[in-house]
């Protein structure tokens, strides 16, 4: 069968001209407030992560030696990893271990209250060249789950790092182009605590929004 004459006639002149641009997967951020204020502090010492993977399930109905499949419910998998340098003082994976303290208190063996611990404004963000956001995930109820080993060796001589791994409710995903913060957000998942709801208002004392004030700013 013969190529159509539009992908026949194509030469690597049009193919530019076809795809114009391409994402990068090094223009990214992250914002995690809580954390650090800065999100520029915060995305220079983040290494590695991901954008969330998004699925359907399937709902098989038999017909005779057939099955018609249907959409069935979204597979949120509700974990999110990030691999960050350390730095000298470990300020930054403190903070974290500190967050994991909220959810459960190894020296009290006490478990928090959801609202202390479980976070709605982590956000990563991809970027174009030009600095716009142009995909935008917000996590809700994010909390940290494991905060990973750093390798020490004598015959190392690159730098320390350290992965984090968190658990989410589900997320919001904003994928305009010109990434406006009033618009609205495609939710995922089942009702729950909106992308502007403000944290701080519904939790009190001794909530994530502490554990910067408490470890200090990353990196002074």
């Given at each position: 069968m013969p190529f159509p004459s539009d992908v026949e006639s194509m030469n690597l002149y049009s193919f530019r001209q076809t795809i114009r641009d391409v994402s990068r997967p090094y223009l990214f951020m992250i914002e995690m407030h809580n954390i650090d204020t800065s999100t520029a502090k915060l995305t220079a010492f983040a290494r590695t992560t991901s954008l969330p993977k998004y699925s359907l399930s399937t709902i098989d109905i038999p017909f005779q030696s057939q099955k018609l499949k249907l959409a069935g419910p979204a597979n949120i998998e509700g974990t999110w990893q990030v691999e960050f340098l350390c730095d000298e003082l470990h300020t930054l994976r403190n903070k974290f271990l500190s967050w994991t303290q909220l959810g459960f208190d190894i020296q009290r063996?006490?478990?928090?209250?959801?609202?202390?611990?479980?976070?709605?404004?982590?956000?990563?963000?991809?970027?174009?060249?030009?600095?716009?956001?142009?995909?935008?995930?917000?996590?809700?109820?994010?909390?940290?789950?494991?905060?990973?080993?750093?390798?020490?060796?004598?015959?190392?001589?690159g730098y320390a790092k350290f992965p984090v791994e968190f658990a989410y409710d589900y997320y919001t995903i904003d994928q305009s182009n010109s990434f406006?913060?009033?618009?609205?957000?495609?939710?995922?998942?089942?009702?729950?605590?909106?992308?502007?709801?403000?944290?701080?208002?519904?939790?009190?004392?001794?909530?994530?929004?502490?554990?910067?004030?408490?470890?200090?700013?990353?990196g002074g």
């Open positions: 063996l006490q478990a928090g209250a959801p609202v202390s611990y479980k976070y709605d404004l982590a956000k990563v963000v991809q970027l174009a060249r030009n600095g716009a956001r142009i995909a935008q995930y917000q996590f809700i109820g994010l909390f940290p789950t494991s905060v990973g080993e750093i390798q020490l060796s004598h015959e190392e001589q406006d913060v009033n618009s609205s957000a495609f939710q995922i998942g089942a009702t729950g605590i909106g992308a502007t709801t403000d944290l701080a208002a519904l939790a009190g004392a001794q909530n994530i929004n502490e554990v910067t004030g408490t470890i200090g700013n990353n």
